[in-house]
């Protein structure tokens, strides 16, 4: 099992910046995808990005290229999802997850965090 926590949510005004980050704890070893989705109000949890955590191969949603980025800190079995230019369309409460996985996409995420507001005002 693999326990994740998300920090770094908050209230922005449209075209700012906020970084999420999710550390990884547990049984991580086993760990091959990490992503990001979110959940407006009245929505399904759609994807946001996720990335490789051996060869740090990225995947984005288009909603969101070029303004997010995914990254990862092996030392620190932590994730980030750097979020610039965002837009009212973008609040949402964003969860972190991982799968073991071995091929993309995978078939489900297995380990899943909290959850974190991110609320972009116009």
């Known amino acids: 099992q693999v326990q994740l926590v998300e920090s770094g949510g908050g209230l922005v005004q449209a075209g700012g910046s906020l970084r999420l980050s999710c550390a990884a704890s547990g049984r991580f070893f086993s760990t091959r995808y990490m992503g990001w989705f979110r959940q407006a109000p009245g929505t399904e949890r759609e994807f946001v990005a996720a990335?490789?955590?051996?060869?740090?191969?990225?995947y984005y949603a288009d909603s969101v290229k070029g303004r997010f980025t995914i990254s990862r800190d092996n030392a620190k079995n932590t994730v980030y999802l750097q979020m610039n230019s965002l837009k009212p369309e973008d609040t949402a409460v964003y969860y972190c997850?991982?799968?073991?996985?071995?091929?993309?996409?995978?078939?489900?995420?297995?380990?899943w965090g909290q959850g974190t507001q991110v609320t972009v005002s116009s």
């Open positions: 990335i490789g955590w051996n060869a740090g191969t990225t």
């Open positions: 997850a991982a799968t073991q996985r071995t091929t993309w996409p995978p078939a489900d995420f297995s380990s």
